[in-house]
């Protein structure tokens, strides 16, 4: 177990449909980065937060977006959906600061858009 | 940009050793990883390199770093069935604490 947190593990949903995934970072770390896993795209970094400010931005989609809240965890929104987004998307967590910082993930959520 | 390149399969009889190999381009990375990835399931940390090292070794699983070259590769002693999964290399390039680039990941099959 990663300690890493990720809900729901598995969303069917159709187009058009928003949808909002969750993630509870391991105890302590303060950087939660979204990535999202599909066949034909690979591991594709998707946003990071650090300490409730977006920290950096990698290929999301603006219909996609994030916040991390007080409490440090996450919510990775998505609306509009197309079929395309049918994917998993993993969240992961790291200490913060310190440049010795390894990333642990979750389980992931598992989206199809029908 | 950062990119990270893996073969995509590798197939092996059960007891032999697996060399997963990998390359990257970014220079400055800091920290490489292998993570595994067994079907329907999520991403394991498998082990981890530190830039400043040539090789780390953690019971059956060895990894190799050669700077000069941009290569690692992650070496699997007595392989079993239960390895079977696809493997990803990872690079965190700049400091730590930024988003890591993965490769495509190595699919691989154990043969009993």
């Known amino acids: 177990d990663s300690g890493v947190t990720q809900t729901p593990k598995h969303l069917i949903t159709a187009t058009g449909q928003r949808v909002t995934l969750r993630c509870s970072p391991r105890?302590?770390?303060?950087?939660v980065y979204w990535y999202q896993q599909s066949l034909d795209q690979g591991l594709q970094f998707l946003i990071q937060?650090?300490?409730?400010?977006?920290?950096a931005k990698g290929n999301i989609l603006e219909r996609f977006s994030a916040q991390q809240f007080p409490d440090l965890h996450s919510e990775l929104n998505l609306s509009s959906l197309e079929l395309g987004d049918s994917a998993l998307y993993f969240c992961?967590?790291?200490?913060?600061?310190?440049?010795?910082?390894?990333?642990?993930f979750g389980a992931g959520t598992r989206l199809s858009v029908l | 940009g950062e990119d990270v390149e893996q073969s995509l399969f590798l197939s092996v009889r059960e007891g032999d050793s697996s060399v997963i190999n990998c390359t990257y381009t970014d220079s400055s990375s800091t920290y490489l990883y292998w993570y595994k990835q067994e079907p329907g399931a999520g991403l394991q940390l498998l082990t981890y390199?530190?830039?400043?090292?040539d090789m780390k070794q953690d019971q059956r699983l060895t990894v190799l770093l050669n700077k000069k070259d941009k290569h690692l590769s992650l070496r699997i002693a007595d392989t079993q069935t239960g390895d079977s999964a696809i493997y990803f290399c990872a690079e965190s390039p700049d400091s730590g604490n930024t988003p890591l680039v993965f490769g495509k990941g190595t699919r691989l099959s154990v043969i009993a």
């Open positions: 105890s302590g770390d303060l950087s």
């Open positions: 937060y650090y300490n409730g400010e977006e920290r």
């Open positions: 992961a967590s790291s200490g913060g600061a310190s440049r010795r910082d390894i990333q642990y």
């Open positions: 390199i530190f830039s400043n090292m």
